[in-house]
């Protein structure tokens, strides 16, 4: 199960040739009383996992915390000396039936850090299945006897973030916690066309706005970045055909005109949020007025780095 995760050089797994523009180390740790590395961040399609486990008899209760603790010991020396693998998505994967009576403080704070730990619960037939595991596991982790592609794929959810500067916006799938994208605020006002650059020159957009959910999002990173102003741009403009687009290039239909908006005035024609109003109602503005933004960025994720 575990060797099958791993790319043979043809098939778009893990691949682990450090020399690959994009690659994983895995690493891998048997658990029982206590835990035993088996690869150190060093597994190859070449390497096997034949012979190199077997069941320990008489164990009680299997350690979930220490071979955790081992595993962070690896995560951790991982990134000594390796500035490029600074931002590197950090993922505990759990194959296990067992679950754990011990405190779990410590993955907890590994969890709340942004980082991921996968559970994959193995029963044998005639096993109970052991709710504890489901508290292990990150939000939408926990799978129940999965094969290696369900597992592949909670990789490559697991590896779709916000570096640390800024704030993640989920989507529909709450495993994914940057579908949204990753968004950054400033709170110096600036006219619209300067928003425009200072995200463009960044590698983003001004941010857009398709639901009430994310207005809510974008009003609370400018309360989070203490902006002063009412109002904040969005990535809407009226072009010179009289039509509004999105810098997203989205045709989402959705709107949150404030009673009278669109200006009609030939002057009005990018749109701000105003969160003086309850529903954080749009208005459309001369460009010129000086307002704070929100960038847009990709989330890092497989295959994207440049983030």
Same mark, same amino acid.
């Given at each position: 199960?575990?060797?099958?995760?791993?790319s043979?050089?043809?098939?778009?797994f893990?691949?682990t040739?450090?020399?690959?523009p994009?690659?994983?180390r895995v690493?891998?740790?048997?658990?029982?009383?206590?835990?035993?590395v088996i690869?150190?961040?060093?597994?190859?399609k070449t390497?096997?996992m034949?012979?190199?486990?077997s069941?320990?008899?008489?164990?009680?209760?299997?350690?979930?915390?220490d071979?955790?603790?081992?595993?962070?010991?690896?995560?951790?020396?991982?990134l &000594? +000396?390796?500035l490029?693998?600074?931002? %590197?998505?950090q993922?505990v *994967?759990?194959? $296990?039936?067992s679950?754990?009576?011990? #405190?779990l403080q410590?993955?907890?704070e590994?969890?709340?850090?942004?980082?991921v730990?996968?559970?994959?619960n193995?029963?044998?037939?005639?096993?109970?299945?052991?709710?504890?595991?489901k508290e292990?596991a990150?939000?939408?982790?926990?799978?129940?006897?999965?094969d290696?592609?369900?597992?592949?794929?909670?990789f490559?959810?697991?590896?779709?973030?916000?570096k640390?500067?800024?704030?993640?916006? &989920? +989507?529909?799938?709450?495993?994914?916690? %940057?579908?949204?994208g990753? *968004?950054?605020? $400033?709170s110096?006002?600036?006219?619209? #066309?300067?928003?425009?650059?200072?995200?463009?020159?960044?590698?983003?957009?001004?941010?857009?706005?398709?639901d009430?959910?994310?207005?809510?999002?974008?009003?609370?990173l400018m309360?989070?970045?203490?902006a002063?102003?009412?109002?904040?741009?969005?990535?809407y403009?009226?072009?010179d055909?009289?039509v509004?687009?999105?810098?997203d290039?989205?045709?989402?239909?959705y709107?949150?005109?404030?009673?009278n908006?669109?200006?009609t005035?030939?002057?009005?024609?990018?749109a701000?949020?105003d969160? $003086?109003?309850?529903?954080?109602?749009?208005?459309?503005?001369?460009?010129?007025?000086?307002f704070?933004?929100?960038?847009?960025?990709?989330?890092?994720?497989?295959?994207?780095k440049?983030?």
């Amino acid at each position: 199960f575990i060797e099958s995760f791993i790319s043979d050089g043809f098939d778009d797994f893990l691949v682990t040739n450090t020399n690959a523009p994009f690659y994983t180390r895995v690493g891998v740790i048997s658990m029982s009383d206590r835990a035993e590395v088996i690869y150190n961040l060093n597994m190859t399609k070449t390497d096997s996992m034949q012979g190199k486990v077997s069941i320990k008899k008489g164990v009680k209760e299997i350690n979930v915390v220490d071979v955790f603790e081992a595993a962070l010991i690896m995560l951790n020396y991982g990134l &000594n +000396g390796k500035l490029e693998r600074a931002i %590197a998505r950090q993922v505990v *994967y759990y194959i $296990t039936d067992s679950d754990s009576k011990t #405190n779990l403080q410590s993955l907890d704070e590994f969890k709340a850090s942004k980082r991921v730990v996968i559970v994959n619960n193995f029963l044998q037939e005639g096993e109970v299945e052991r709710p504890a595991l489901k508290e292990l596991a990150s939000d939408g982790y926990y799978y129940l006897n999965s094969d290696y592609m369900q597992g592949l794929q909670a990789f490559c959810k697991a590896n779709c973030f916000c570096k640390s500067n800024k704030d993640a916006y &989920n +989507g529909a799938d709450p495993t994914i916690k %940057a579908s949204g994208g990753c *968004y950054h605020p $400033t709170s110096a006002g600036v006219p619209f #066309n300067k928003a425009k650059s200072a995200c463009s020159n960044e590698g983003g957009i001004l941010a857009a706005n398709h639901d009430d959910v994310k207005g809510r999002f974008l009003q609370q990173l400018m309360t989070k970045a203490s902006a002063k102003s009412d109002y904040f741009w969005m990535g809407y403009q009226k072009s010179d055909d009289g039509v509004w687009r999105w810098e997203d290039k989205s045709t989402d239909p959705y709107t949150n005109w404030d009673v009278n908006e669109p200006s009609t005035a030939s002057v009005s024609k990018c749109a701000y949020e105003d969160r $003086t109003t309850p529903n954080l109602a749009w208005a459309a503005g001369n460009f010129q007025l000086g307002f704070p933004y929100v960038c847009e960025f990709r989330p890092c994720s497989a295959g994207f780095k440049d983030c």
